[in-house]
């Protein structure tokens, strides 16, 4: 068994390693960044899969790093974690049909509730719950349960229902969908705050962000991960939004 995932700000990560250590305390989890990902995704049969869904779709990060390894899950079971700020219609779903196309299987497939990490909105920071602790807590007690099952090889099946196949498709056609179907031109920079240290360019999954003579120029392919913004010690960038508001720091 190996555990690989994208996480944006570390939400992703804490929860695929705490479900791998639960049901086999020396399986391994390695990030899709990580060049040695692919290696061990080929080693294994079994496979813990995770992501953040964003807007009810898999990020474009991981939806690319599927497809342009899809020799990797032939034949090999899969099981799907998918983290969320509350909602989730067809982020589990699209990615059971990915695994699916590729030849493999879904082994089963858990979603949970995670700290929200969109700072740069004004309705997230309203209507999303800031006890971080707490739902970190609930998570862990969920992932527990979820554990136990799959080493009674009786799996959870959340995110799979036909309710989310349908909401699945119906959602595609909506305005936001495209969002993280594909990458978009971000961040944005305040250029009175930002002190051109040059973390985000360091950090950045997609390599979408340069210095250039000490300012920072954006490309067109963020994937929408927020790991630059939470991250920016100068509150200086922002993704969707006009204004940061908020950073989620706790599992960074």
């Known amino acids: 068994m190996v555990g690989v995932y994208f996480s944006g700000t570390g939400n992703t990560k804490h929860c695929v390693e705490r479900f791998a250590s639960e049901i086999d305390s020396e399986a391994k989890c390695f990030s899709i960044e990580d060049t040695q990902s692919v290696s061990e995704l080929a080693r294994h049969d079994t496979i813990i899969f995770g992501f953040p869904v964003y807007y009810s779709n898999i990020p474009k990060i991981a939806k690319d790093f599927i497809a342009q390894n899809s020799e990797c899950f032939r034949g090999k079971k899969v099981f799907i974690i998918a983290t969320r700020a509350s909602f989730n219609a067809g982020g589990i779903v699209n990615a059971a049909r990915m695994f699916k196309s590729c030849g493999g299987s879904v082994a089963g497939s858990l979603q949970l509730n995670m700290p929200n990490n969109i700072g740069d909105m004004l309705i ?75 973390l985000c360019e360091r950090i950045c999954p997609m390599s979408n962000i340069s210095v250039v003579g000490g300012e920072v120029v954006s490309g067109e392919n963020c994937t929408v991960c927020y790991r630059c913004f ?7 960038l922002t993704v969707l939004g006009r204004k940061a508001y908020d950073q989620y720091k706790i599992l960074q």
């Open 230 to 236: 939470n991250r920016c010690p100068q509150k200086a």
């Open 124 to 198: 997230t920071k309203l209507v999303f719950s800031k006890n971080y602790e707490k739902i970190i807590e609930r998570a862990d007690r969920k992932i527990a349960k979820a554990a136990r099952r799959f080493r009674l090889n009786k799996p959870v099946r959340s995110g799979l229902s036909v309710f989310n196949y349908i909401l699945s498709g119906i959602l595609s056609w909506l305005w936001f969908y495209p969002t993280t179907d594909r990458c978009i031109h971000a961040p944005a920079v305040d250029k009175a705050k930002c002190s051109g240290c040059g």
